[in-house]
C-alpha cells in the first residue's frame, strides 16, 4: 500500500486524458503525491468482454458529446482527434523508458503525449511522433528509440498491464487510492471528498 | 422543448435509484420541476448491444462496490436487493396508470417503489407487492390492479420506452434538460452547474 494515488490510463482514452488534466490539483490539495501507470486498455477490455464505447449504438454518440462537454466543465482544452482509437505501444513504451530513470520526468513526458494526442491532433500511435515530442521534452532520441524497442521496455509495458489487470482495473482511467479503487474522470471528485473526510 | 428536467429510469437500475433520492432538490434549486419516465431498460440494453453491468468481469464486481459506496457519499440509504436484477413491468404500469391522472402521486409512488425495492428488500417485480405499496399511499387497491392490467396502461409504457429509444436514452438515470442529455447520477452535478451557468 502506497500513500501515492496511482493513476492507471490509456493514452488513447479520452476521459484518461481529462482525468491527467484534473488529478494533479486534486493530489495536491491533499499533499497527496501521484504515480502514473499508462497501461494497455486492449486487454482489459477483452477481459472485461466489450469493446471501446464509440462502437456501441447509443452510447458511442452520447459518449463523443459527453466528453467533449465535460472537458468544457472542467475547462480543459480538447479537440477530437482525427484518428481514433490508436495503438499506444509506443508513446507507454516511451513513458517507462524515461520513467526508468527520472519519473517526474516521464510524468511531463505523459503530459505532453496527451496533449499531443487530444490537443493537437499528432498521431502517438507513429513512434516517430512520440520521439520528436520527447526531443521537445529535451530527451535524446537515438537513445529513447533504442530503449522503446528494448525487450526490458516492453517487458516493463506488459507488467504493467499484467498489474493493472491484476489489481481489477475495469477501464481508462482507474485510480487507486490508499488501495481504494476509483473509476472514471467524475469520480476524481469523490477522490477529493475521500481524502478530505478520511473516506467513508 | 420542456422546462422541466426529464428523468428516464429503469426501477432495477440501482444508480437510477440513487438518481431519484437526488434529482428533486436539484431541480428545487433552480425552480424547476421534473417528470418522470419510468421505462424498459432490456430494450435498450439490446439497442446498445449491452448487458447490466453485474454480468461483466471487472466491471461487476466494481460497479457493486461503486454503488454502495455512492450512496454512503450522498447519504442515501441503499440495501442491495437480494433478487437482482427483476422485471419492472408492474412497477412502471402501476406508476402510469397512477399518473393518467395524477403526476405528483404517481412520482409519490415511483419513490415508494424505489425504496421498498433498494432499502427494504421487497421484490417489486411482484404485482401483488406493487398493489400493497400503492395502496400505502392510499391508493385504491382493485382498481389500480384492474388499470396495471389493461391495455391503454400497457400501451401507456410501451410509449414511453419507444420515446426513450427514440430519444437516444442510452441508460438508467438518463436526464434532460432543455434537451440536453445527461446519462448517469454522477452527471447532476454537471446538470447542477448547467442550470446555474446557463449552460456552457
Known amino acids: 500500500m502506497t500513500d501515492r494515488i496511482e493513476f492507471f490510463f490509456e493514452f488513447s482514452s479520452p476521459y484518461g486524458y481529462l482525468a491527467s488534466e484534473r488529478i494533479e490539483a486534486i493530489a495536491a490539495r491533499h499533499q497527496r503525491e501521484t504515480l502514473w501507470r499508462p497501461y494497455l486498455l486492449?486487454?482489459?477490455?477483452?477481459t472485461s468482454e466489450?469493446?471501446?464505447?464509440y462502437t456501441y449504438p447509443l452510447i458511442g454518440e452520447y459518449s463523443a458529446h459527453d466528453i467533449a462537454r465535460c472537458a468544457r466543465y472542467w475547462r480543459i482544452p480538447f479537440a477530437e482527434p482525427s484518428k481514433f482509437p490508436i495503438s499506444t505501444l509506443a508513446a507507454a513504451r516511451a513513458y517507462y523508458a524515461i520513467e526508468a530513470n527520472d519519473q517526474v520526468a516521464a510524468q511531463t513526458l505523459a503530459q505532453a503525449l496527451y496533449r499531443a494526442y487530444f490537443r493537437d491532433d499528432r498521431d502517438i500511435s507513429d513512434t516517430d511522433t512520440v520521439l520528436t515530442i520527447a526531443a521537445e521534452q529535451g530527451h535524446q532520441r537515438a537513445g529513447l528509440e533504442a530503449s522503446i524497442q528494448s525487450e526490458p521496455i516492453k517487458q516493463r509495458l506488459r507488467e504493467a498491464t499484467d498489474e493493472a489487470l491484476a489489481r481489477k482495473v475495469a477501464g481508462s482511467p482507474f485510480m487507486f487510492v490508499d488501495g481504494e479503487p476509483f473509476w472514471g474522470c467524475d469520480r476524481l471528485d469523490h477522490i477529493d471528498a475521500w481524502l478530505e473526510r478520511g473516506g467513508w
Chains 1, 2 share one sequence.
Open 50 to 53: 466489450r469493446r471501446p464505447l
Open 42 to 46: 486492449g486487454i482489459i477490455m477483452k
